[in-house]
């Protein structure tokens, strides 16, 4: 069931099956995979969380955590059956042909040793010690295209920023010139910017080493950026397999199709309808799964798919785990598309208006301006999406439009034409239940030891001053409103998954008809499916309530889809404010630009990006003049590093703070576009 | 920090045991001749001091001079507690880096129930089953701690054997966990990942990435545990009849005599914020996340 | 509606018992609990009802049988005026588990009342009460204990209050720790968007979620409060005479090991272990299970 195995691959799963050992069961994570990755090849290998694609990187090198044991099947590395080498054997394995990299590079290395020292280390192995392992080290290092690689090896972790120790992981994995590097999720949790570098690194790396490459990861749009083929993971099965290109263009699995329309994609917007999402939820590790393991979700699903397990179909160079691949891509949509958003009528008054807003904090005695002279305004049933890498100040301005820290003196904000208090406690009832918010992480925001009802209720009590048969009326129909059910006021947080509890959230925000809501990254937690669920509730809530939402992300097409406004922030300053449609077609401000070239598209077109050099720069110590003026590619000269910029009007409604002038930032911009359009 | 604290505190204490002080007869006279009906402050400031000039006051009871008494005893029960250091803190490390390195297999869990309940165990009820075994029944070893005089350095020492166990039992405990729950912590974290990964030896990996990332945390509890060494000391003093600072602070309780109790704490309160002192320089050498900062 | 609702089954990898009912579950299997929680569990009966199986009166003097080696008769022999030890040991937990359970329960109280708030209110009031409270735990229990009741006269409800308040700032430390992480969390500000006064915040919000955190606390300090109740007591400064109590047996029978009497001070110190190893595996078996 399996292609037949080439003796030249690099990796060679057979029939791998993994199980965890949780309160004294096995439970099944990986369901006889078997996979092959060709010499010199990149492998993706795709799938939402608990689908086990880690588990994959981990059983390769043998490091499953101590409640994982192999079940069955067989791993060749190289030809060599890892399974049965000895400690000994497999240290040398880890030592000279793979090398891993994963999430999280400021644990990956350790905190108490110089770099220099943990990269050495490496070379020692071979035999390499003194002066020229060092040697080696640094030639490593620059490989990785870190400047000052000397200075580098002198300095511990903690002392590098996140895409540095990542580079520095990267150079320490291919120091040993594996025949197969692993990739587990190696950009997630990284900023946009930094993302985009690593990856290109990668990229180029890929071209001067031999070794073959396994790339795991959630982000569909990565994966399909820097790999050859593609391996789509659902509960610990492989369903869907081919060349990349192939499987996202023209997906043969109903979860492949699924998946992919669940993204918003090419400038979808809420107005243009619904996005589509997967029903249900992931098998549950262990789950004894008859038939197609995704049979509960699918709508192309018949009894045949219940109890028989579907084979890979080969389908010329493709798999497909369905037995009706050939009719995948007409899955029925599982949300309607109808329903489109209303638009905020122009003429309307403000609901907000924010000007001048600052926020200084004392940072081991630096001054911190984590916000500085923010102005906004926000109508009535209008999105206003807040752009930003880390240290941007997006979360600082929700925190303080919502008075939870007090700005500095001097900004002021203005709720429906009235002046509010900075602080919350000066706030009126009527001014707080007007402005609620909706947190990034419902763990965090829903408090575990209340039960969903309590805590809905409580909200309606305080916010809505219900009580009696009048809080279980509203009740009733708050819970209907964001699709739960009274199942689910039972139980507490804890029982519910990530999708369910963030409804839970969104009711309680809106349990005192507020006038804004502010999201801070309410999806970011989630995985794609569940994701658009709750950005089609957040959109219909809108159109229903005429309720202004304040939307922070740092992924541009979820901003994309909900706003009607976009600020684009960079260490607490707005370097862009305008409509949404405005701010994504440009002409638009160098680090927009740079932003939305760096975010990686399911449908690349671009073949030439704009990539930034170094990091973000420490808010304690920002650049002089114009903040960007480090990194900025179109940087003019001197006026940028002594003057910054004020925020000009390009067009009506839209401003930019740049001292390219809006003419011809809108020349150069178009420029690239025709050097990059094809021949 | 902990300075403060040892200054703050005989003041307390110093009011606490002026409360029954007042209602006593013939004291009065001899109060006035101690200074002791001064105002509160003055007397407090004047005692401190004295006590930095090294006068620490007139003993009510031997009236005659503290320090000698207190610095005599400070001696004594410095040997008795360096016994017990350092026999204890190599040998729980080692404990607990034994049991994270089995973790869950039957040597952890000996050494790691083994070391909770010997912990826990108040140091006279070790102190007196050990002085059964070893001193009653078998006889190896001398039931109190007063060695003869002009006894040389490994009589002495041998002589302290018996005393340092209860206190090396109740410390092995703890040590043996922290550095047992260090261990476990560095052993499962990334980094240690990563070294396995590099193809390692798992020496190199135990001896050069996990051990000095597992017993940062237990320098700090060993030092914060000088405070309950003191206290065990008086106990322990006190069962084996040896002229130490607990042995000294619990004769002066007894019998009230105040200038020595006051000497006696505030000196044990400086060798309190001396230890941890030292710990906190050490930890902030051996990690550089603190001796560095962070650039970012 | 759409066919989101779909969305509303429930995921089938939540367990249908409740986080306490899992807790309780846990404990029942867990080996080390059930040991300790049966020694204590004896010790408890002892203490209710041991007069009613001693064999002979514990405060009885026999000075014709005095320091007799234990026999049928005696089983753990007599001490120096002649009473039976066995019985002594028998009756001897009483006191100590009177005083020590209220001392644990004085010190989680007051911790806890002192952790939520200065964990809450942070800021000034919390630096300098953890200052105080840090320069407080920097003098050992035995000593704090040695002075309060040189000052204030040996009783019962001194060494209750004695060892209630020197384990109160170790206690409030733990819950302080466990209060400022929690007070990070969202659900904290969520609150606050709510207009919830500080005292609904502290205790209907924070409290129920660092509930775990302080029973562990409070079950390992009665492990600490039953070892320095014993050891005040050998000292003289705990439980007084003529109760039976182990610690104040061992005080007064220690002097006489050197001439051979072990029978008079064993079997006290075996039961004072016993007590304390049963309460710390208890202890360590609820961390266990408030941990998985």
């Not at chain 3, 937990?93 to 359970?101: E, F, G, H, K, Y």
Request: hydrophobic content about 45%; proline content about 6%.
């Amino acid at each position: 069931m399996t292609e037949p195995a080439k003796p030249a691959n690099a990796l060679e799963l057979h029939d791998l099956s993994v199980a965890y050992r949780v309160g004294g069961r096995n439970r099944a994570v990986l369901r006889n995979l078997s996979l092959g990755i060709g010499q010199g090849e990149a492998y993706g290998l795709v799938g939402e969380s608990g689908c086990g694609k880690s588990t994959v990187a981990l059983t390769v090198v043998r490091y499953l955590p101590r409640n994982g044991s192999i079940t069955g099947g067989a791993i060749s590395l190289d030809g060599q059956d890892v399974m049965k080498l000895d400690a000994e054997a497999l240290r040398r394995a880890r030592a000279e042909s793979v090398s891993m990299v994963y999430q999280d590079p400021g644990k990956a290395l350790n905190p108490s040793l110089r770099i220099g020292r943990q990269l050495t280390e490496i070379f020692e192995l071979g035999g390499v010690s003194g002066q020229a392992a060092s040697d080696k080290a640094i030639a490593m290092l620059n490989r990785v295209r870190i400047s000052d690689p000397a200075s580098v090896m002198q300095r511990y972790p903690h002392q590098l920023s996140g895409g540095m120790q990542q580079r520095v992981a990267i150079a320490m994995a291919l120091a040993n010139d594996p025949t197969m590097l692993i990739l587990d999720e190696p950009t997630t949790g990284l900023d946009a910017t930094v993302e985009a570098e690593v990856l290109d690194l990668i990229a180029q790396l890929r071209q001067e080493l031999s070794a073959s490459i396994l790339f795991i990861s959630h982000n569909l749009a990565v994966v399909s950026n820097m790999c050859d083929r593609v391996g789509v993971l659902y509960a610990g099965m492989l369903v869907e397999e081919g060349p990349t290109d192939v499987v996202f263009n023209d997906p043969r699995h109903p979860y492949t199709v699924a998946l992919l329309r669940c993204l918003p994609r090419g400038g979808q917007r809420k107005d243009h309808g619904r996005l589509d999402t997967i029903p249900g939820f992931l098998p549950g590790i262990g789950a004894a799964i008859r038939g197609c393991a995704f049979a509960d979700r699918c709508a192309l699903a018949t009894d045949r798919c219940r109890t028989e397990l579907p084979p890979l179909y080969d389908l010329g160079g493709r798999l497909s785990r369905c037995h009706y691949h050939e009719q995948a891509q007409s899955l029925p949509r599982a949300t309607p598309s109808d329903a489109a958003a209303s638009t905020p009528k122009a003429a309307a008054e403000s609901v907000l208006r924010v000007e001048g807003l600052n926020k200084t904090y004392a940072s081991h005695g630096h001054a911190l301006r984590a916000v500085k002279d923010v102005s906004v305004s926000l109508r009535p049933g209008e999105t206003l999406g807040l752009v930003g890498e880390s240290g941007s100040g997006k979360t600082t301005i929700a925190r303080l439009l919502l008075g939870l820290v007090p700005p500095d003196e001097g900004g002021r904000i203005e709720l429906e034409g009235k002046p509010l208090a900075a602080r919350l406690d000066n706030r009126t009832a009527d001014q707080i239940k007007a402005m609620q918010i909706v947190f990034q992480n419902p763990d965090s925001a829903l408090n575990r030891s209340h039960s969903i009802r309590h805590l809905i209720s409580r909200a309606l009590k305080r916010l809505a001053g219900l009580s009696g048969a009048a809080l279980q009326a509203r009740l009733d129909e708050l819970v209907r409103s964001v699709r739960l059910t009274d199942r689910h006021l039972a139980v507490k947080p804890r029982q519910l998954s990530g999708g369910l509890k963030q409804r839970v959230a969104i009711a309680r925000a809106f349990a005192g008809e507020p006038r804004i809501v502010v999201c801070d990254e309410p999806t970011s937690a989630l995985d794609v499916s569940v994701q658009a669920a709750i950005l089609n509730l957040l959109a219909d809530l809108q159109s229903k309530e005429h309720v202004s939402y304040i939307f922070i992300s740092h992924d541009l097409a979820v901003v994309r889809y909900l706003s009607d406004q976009i600020a684009v922030l960079y260490l607490g300053r707005i370097m862009e404010l305008g409509p949404s449609e405005n701010v994504f077609a440009g002409p638009h401000h160098p680090y927009t630009e740079a932003l939305l070239s760096a975010v990686p598209k399911l449908d690349q077109t671009e073949t030439s990006r704009i990539r930034l050099d170094g990091e973000i720069p420490s808010a304690t110590n920002p650049p002089s003049g114009c903040v960007f003026h480090t990194r900025c590619p179109r940087k003019l000269g001197a006026i940028c590093e002594e003057q910054e910029p004020s925020l000009a009007e390009a067009e009506p409604g839209h401003t930019i703070r740049c001292h390219i002038p809006y003419a011809e930032l809108a020349r150069l911009q178009k420029q690239k576009a025709v050097q990059t359009e094809p021949a | 920090m902990v300075f403060l604290g040892g200054q703050v505190l005989p003041g307390n204490v110093g009011r606490a045991i002026l409360g029954p002080f007042a209602d006593q007869r013939a004291v009065d006279a001899l109060n006035h001749s101690l200074g002791v009906d001064r105002p509160l402050l003055t007397q407090y400031g004047s005692w401190i001091w004295n006590f930095i000039q090294g006068d620490m006051g007139t003993s009510y009871i031997f009236r005659s001079p503290v320090a000698p008494f207190v610095i005599d005893a400070l001696g004594n029960s410095m040997k008795l507690a360096a016994v017990a250091f350092v026999l204890v803190v190599p040998i729980g490390i080692l404990g607990g880096v034994i049991a994270a390195l089995n973790l869950n297999r039957p040597l952890d869990r000996i050494i790691s129930l083994g070391g909770l309940s010997v912990t826990v165990l108040p140091e006279f009820v070790t102190g007196i089953i050990l002085i059964l075994i070893f001193g009653v029944w078998l006889r190896w070893l001398p039931i109190s701690a007063a060695w003869p005089r002009d006894a040389g350095f490994f009589t002495q020492l041998y002589y302290l054997i018996l005393p340092s166990l209860p206190l090396f039992l109740v410390l092995f405990g703890y040590i043996a966990r922290m550095a047992r729950s260090g261990m476990i912590e560095a052993l499962d974290s990334d980094y240690t990942r990563t070294a396995v990964l590099k193809g390692l030896p798992w020496r190199t990996v135990i001896w050069r990435h996990v051990l000095r990332n597992a017993l940062l945390p237990t320098i700090t509890v060993i030092a914060t545990q000088t405070g309950y060494l003191i206290g065990g000391l008086v106990v322990i003093e006190t069962l084996f009849r040896y002229q130490g600072i607990g042995s000294l602070i619990f004769t002066a309780a007894r019998g009230k005599d105040f200038p020595v109790l006051e000497a006696g704490i505030l000196t044990i309160g400086i060798v309190y914020a001396v230890a941890t002192l030292a710990a906190d320089f050490l930890y902030s050498v051996l990690n550089p996340r603190i001796r560095l900062g962070t650039d970012q | 509606m759409s066919a989101t609702d779909a969305q509303t089954s429930m995921p089938d990898n939540t367990g249908r018992r409740g986080p306490w009912a899992e807790v309780f579950f846990s404990l029942l299997r867990s080996g080390t609990f059930l040991t300790g929680l049966g020694i204590v569990l004896f010790w408890v009966a002892c203490a209710l009802f041991g007069e009613h199986f001693a064999p002979y009166d514990p405060l009885a003097d026999d000075i014709i049988n005095a320091l007799a080696p234990p026999s049928a008769e005696h089983w753990f022999g007599t001490d120096q005026i002649g009473r039976d030890v066995f019985s002594r040991v028998i009756v001897g937990s009483r006191d100590i588990l009177t005083v020590a359970p209220l001392a644990t329960l004085l010190a989680t109280i007051a911790g806890t009342a002192l952790g939520l708030f200065t964990g809450y209110f942070r800021g000034i009031v919390d630096d300098i009460v953890s200052r105080i409270l840090e320069a407080f735990m920097a003098i050992p229990v035995v000593i704090v204990a040695l002075l309060a009741i040189v000052a204030l006269g040996t009783s019962k409800a001194t060494v209750i209050v004695v060892i209630g308040l020197s384990f109160a700032p170790i206690i409030a430390r733990t819950v302080r720790s466990a209060v400022l992480a929690e007070r990070e969390l969202d659900y904290v500000a969520a609150a606050q968007l709510r207009h919830e006064s500080a005292l609904h915040t502290m205790f209907v919000e924070i409290l129920p979620n660092v509930i775990p955190p302080i029973l562990v606390e409070t079950t390992v300090r009665l492990g600490y409060a039953i070892f320095a109740v014993a050891t005040l007591s050998f000292m003289g400064f705990g439980i007084q005479p003529p109760s039976p109590d182990w610690g104040l047996s061992i005080s007064s029978n220690y002097g006489m090991i050197g001439g051979g009497f072990w029978w008079t001070v064993l079997f006290d110190a075996l039961a004072i272990a016993s007590l304390v190893i049963g309460v710390n595996l208890a202890a360590d078996g609820v961390q266990g299970a408030l941990n998985d």
